[in-house]
């Protein structure tokens, strides 16, 4: 089954920095990513999504980058902020009813 | 409500009780998934509903787990005789389309059960 792997773990950065964040997956039949974010007690909530027939996404300070052949996709953060202090999940799925988790980053933007 | 309700938001148990977690979806979403949290981990699948169907139940981690959906709209999650490594933070999630690749899923809070 798909596994995707993410890192670092735990990420610290400045406000104003940028934050970039990692994942794999071993599926090549995946096609949907999405990123998420969990602040603490709540449940995650979407941030970004791409599909497999684009490369790369934008939203406002957030972008995702996705490498098909290599298997990895990224989130990048510019311009951090203390209200993106959180815990970030990527996910991948094929379209089944699974979708699979990376273990999380915890984001931590220094004022 | 707007978004996905789940409750208890917090149970204790003691080993051997049954425990019952139940999800109120946003109304109108055919899918409805559950996904275990342990602490520090990312979400891990359970067990998907499309409307009433129980299409998939391959994460259920053993027997003693049970879901159900009667009339496709609110789900209970039902752990027998709970154990220790059941501790964790029980979320419920659900999409407007049929599959986990046709949009967002929107989670609830989570139902965080802690096994003494």
């Known amino acids: 089954g798909e596994n995707v792997e993410q890192h670092p773990s735990t990420l610290s950065v400045q406000e104003g920095d940028s934050a970039v964040i990692k994942c794999t997956y071993s599926?090549?039949?995946?096609?949907?990513f999405p990123w998420y974010k969990q602040e603490l007690g709540k449940g995650p909530q979407l941030i970004i999504d791409?599909?497999?027939?684009?490369g790369e996404k934008k939203d406002q300070r957030i972008a995702v980058t996705l490498n098909k052949t290599a298997k990895h996709f990224s989130l990048h953060i510019t311009e951090t902020q203390p209200e993106d202090s959180a815990v970030y999940f990527c996910?991948?799925?094929?379209?089944?009813?699974?979708?699979?988790f990376g273990a999380g980053t915890r984001l931590t933007v220094k004022p | 409500g707007a978004g996905v309700s789940q409750s208890p938001r917090y149970k204790v148990a003691k080993r051997g009780q049954d425990v019952a977690l139940r999800c109120d979806p946003i109304?109108?979403?055919?899918?409805l998934f559950w996904y275990q949290q342990a602490l520090g981990q990312g979400p891990e699948f359970l067990t998907y509903?499309?409307?009433?169907?129980?299409?998939?139940k391959s994460g259920l981690p053993s027997d003693r787990f049970f879901a159900e959906r009667p009339e496709g709209s609110v789900s209970t999650l039902k752990i027998q005789r709970t154990q220790q490594e059941d501790s964790a933070v029980y979320l419920c999630?659900?999409?407007?389309?049929?599959?986990?690749?046709?949009?967002?899923?929107?989670f609830g809070e989570g139902s965080r059960l802690t096994v003494l």
């Open positions: 996910a991948a799925s094929k379209g089944n009813n699974d979708m699979r």
């Open positions: 791409i599909r497999s027939n684009v």
């Open positions: 109304s109108g979403h055919v899918s």
């Open positions: 599926d090549s039949a995946s096609n949907y």
């Open positions: 509903f499309q409307n009433e169907a129980q299409l998939d």
């Open positions: 999630a659900s999409s407007l389309g049929a599959r986990a690749n046709t949009g967002e899923l929107f």
